[in-house]
C-alpha cells in the first residue's frame, strides 16, 4: 500500500473510532422496558418461602407496563441472569430503575440485588436472600427504617470474607404512590451519587466513612492487653480538703416551717365538713348487705364549703424556712493530681490494608428479593450502564410524562397535598434532614417515636410547621433528660382522624416476624369492644366492694 492510502486509512481510522466509542456508549448494557410479559425472560424462585404472585401489569393511569407485585404480605423472589457480566473496576457504572408504591409503602422493601457470579451449579429458580450480590441498591421502610439503600459487598484482602458496607445517612423514601426514577452513579474516583427523579440526594465515597462500616480499616487500634496503672487519677475536681463546716450551718433545719403571722380567715367553717352524703341518692334495690356489706350513700362536696373561705380544722400554712441551707458539702477544687481520661495506647491493625478502590465484583444477575406488607408495587425501566447522560435520556423518554400526568392527577384528587411554588422541594429537604437526624446515637431510644411523627409530616405536608416544632420538642425534652435526668420525656404527636396500625422495626440483615403473624396479629386486635365492656363491668365491681371497705 503506497504512502498516500496508508495516510487517507489512518486518517479515516481516527474519524470512525470515536464514533464507533459514542455508538456504543449509547447504549445501555442492559435495560428491562417490561413491555413484553417476564415469562421465560425472568425467572421466579421455587424456593417454598417465596409465595408472592408476580404480574405483568399496566401501571394505573398509563399503557405502560411494569412488573407488579400483585399481594400483600408475602415474600417475593425473582431473577434475570445477563447474557454478560458487567465489570465494576473500570469507568463509570449507572444503575438506574423505576417503582411506583401505587398503595404506599407501610412495611416493605422496593430494592434490587446485583448478583455477582454464583457458585457452580447454582440455578435461577434457587434464587433467595441467601444469593451473593455485589450491590444492593433502593427503597425500604418499614418502622424505623425509611431509606434508600445502597449497600457494597467487599472482599477483605486480609480474611477473605465478604463485608457489607451500608451507606449512612442514606435519602429517605419519597411517602407518595407516584412513580420515582432511583439513580446511583459510581465514579472511578470512587465517588458515589445517589438520584431521586434525577436531583442528587446524597453524595459519598466508597473508601470514606460514610459507610458503616467503612472499607478501609483504621491504621491503628487500642491495645486490648494495655492497662489502666493503679494510680492513674481521672478526676478532674474534687472536693477541698482543706474546707471545713461553718459553725452556724444547720444541716438539721427543716425547709418549709409554720407561718405564726397567719390567721384563720373570718367566717371559716371548723364544724362543717368539706364532703357531706348525697342526699339525692338511694340504696339500689339489687343491693345485698350480706354480700355487699352495709350500703352508704356517695359522698358530694358541702354545699355550705363553697361560700365560706374553708372547712373543718384550721391548720397554719407553711413558708419556707429562712434557716434551712441542707446538707454542706466541701467546694469543688482543681484535682492536682489530674491526668486526664485514661485511654490504652494505639497500635498497628494487624487487619490494616490499603486500596485506591474496592475490588467490586462482577454484576451477573438482577434480582429482586423482598418482603412486604404492601401489594400494588410496580418496578419499570432497569438500566445497568456507563454513561449517566444516557441514563438521563431514558429517564426523561420513560419516567418524566408519566409523572407529570400523575402528579396532575394528585393535585385534583388532594389539593392540601400540592404545594405552591417552590415550598414542596424545601419540605423534601427538611424532612430528609429530620431523618438523618433521627439516626443519630443519642436518639436511638426514642428512633421509632421521630420517625413516626416524621412519617406522618411527610403524608399531611400541610403539616411541616407542626411536626417540626413537635420534633424540636422531643429532641429539647431528650437533651434535658440526659443532662438533669428526670421522667422519661412525652412525645407530641398531632392528632390524627383515625388510628393506625403500629409496625415492628424489620431490617435486611433479621427478619422480625413472619408476615402470616403480622396479618394475624392484625386481625386479632379488631375484637377490643368485648375487652371494654369487661373493663367497664369490673370497675363497677370494684367501686362497690371499695364503698362495703370503707
Known sequence: ????????????????????????????????????????????????????????????????????VS????????????????????????????????????CGGAYLKYLRPQEAGWKSKEFDNEAPYSIMFGPDKCGATNKVHFIYKHKNPKSGEYV??????????????????????????????????????????LLSDDFEPALIPPKTIPDLDDKKPEDWDERAKIPDPDATKPEDW???????????????????????????????????????????????????????????????????????????????????????????IWKPQQIPNPDYFELEKPNLEPIAAIGIEIWTMQDGILFDNIL???DEKVAEEYKEKTWKGKFSIEKEKQKLEDPEDSLPGDL??????????????????????????????????????????????????????????????????????????ADEPKQDESSLSEEKEAPENVVEKEKSGSGSGSENEIGEEGAATRQRRSRRET
Open 250 to 340: 444547720d444541716e438539721d433545719a427543716p425547709m418549709e416551717i409554720e407561718d405564726l403571722e397567719a390567721t384563720k380567715p373570718e367566717g371559716w367553717l371548723d364544724d362543717e365538713p368539706e364532703e357531706i352524703d348525697d342526699p339525692e341518692s338511694t340504696k339500689p334495690d339489687d343491693w345485698d348487705d350480706e354480700e355487699d356489706g352495709e350500703w352508704e350513700a356517695p359522698k358530694i362536696g358541702n354545699p355550705k364549703c363553697e361560700e365560706a373561705p374553708g372547712c373543718g380544722e384550721w391548720k397554719r400554712p407553711t413558708k419556707s424556712n429562712p434557716a434551712y441551707k441542707g446538707k454542706w458539702y466541701a467546694p469543688m477544687i482543681d484535682n492536682p493530681k489530674y491526668k486526664g
Open 1 to 68: 500500500m503506497d504512502r498516500p492510502r496508508i495516510s487517507l486509512f489512518l486518517a479515516l481510522l481516527c474519524v470512525i473510532a470515536p464514533l464507533t466509542a459514542l455508538v456504543s456508549a449509547s447504549e445501555p448494557l442492559f435495560y428491562e422496558s417490561f413491555d413484553e410479559a417476564y415469562e421465560g425472560k425472568w425467572i421466579v424462585s421455587e424456593k417454598e418461602d417465596y409465595k408472592g404472585v408476580w404480574k405483568h401489569e399496566k401501571s394505573q393511569g398509563h399503557e405502560d407496563y411494569g412488573l407488579l
Open 424 to 497: 414542596s422541594g424545601y419540605q423534601k429537604k427538611v424532612f430528609d434532614i429530620l431523618y438523618a437526624g433521627a439516626d443519630l446515637p443519642f436518639l436511638s431510644a426514642y428512633k421509632l417515636k421521630i420517625v413516626d411523627l416524621i412519617e406522618k409530616g411527610e403524608k399531611k405536608p400541610n403539616l411541616t410547621i407542626g411536626i417540626l416544632v413537635s420534633v424540636f420538642v422531643v429532641v429539647l425534652t431528650i437533651l434535658f433528660k440526659i443532662l438533669f435526668g428526670g421522667k422519661k420525656p412525652t412525645v407530641v404527636q398531632p392528632v390524627e382522624k
Open 71 to 106: 399481594e400483600a404480605a408475602r415474600k417475593y423472589a425473582i431473577v434475570k441472569e445477563l447474557p454478560e457480566s458487567v465489570d465494576l473496576k473500570d469507568g463509570s457504572l449507572v444503575l438506574q430503575y423505576e417503582v411506583r408504591l401505587q398503595n404506599g409503602l407501610e
Open 164 to 205: 457489607e458496607h451500608h451507606l449512612k445517612y442514606p435519602p429517605s423514601v419519597p411517602s407518595d404512590k407516584l412513580t420515582h426514577v432511583y439513580t446511583a452513579i459510581i465514579k472511578p474516583d470512587n465517588e458515589l451519587r445517589l438520584l431521586i427523579d434525577g436531583e442528587e440526594k446524597k453524595k459519598a465515597n
Open 384 to 386: 445497568i450502564g456507563q
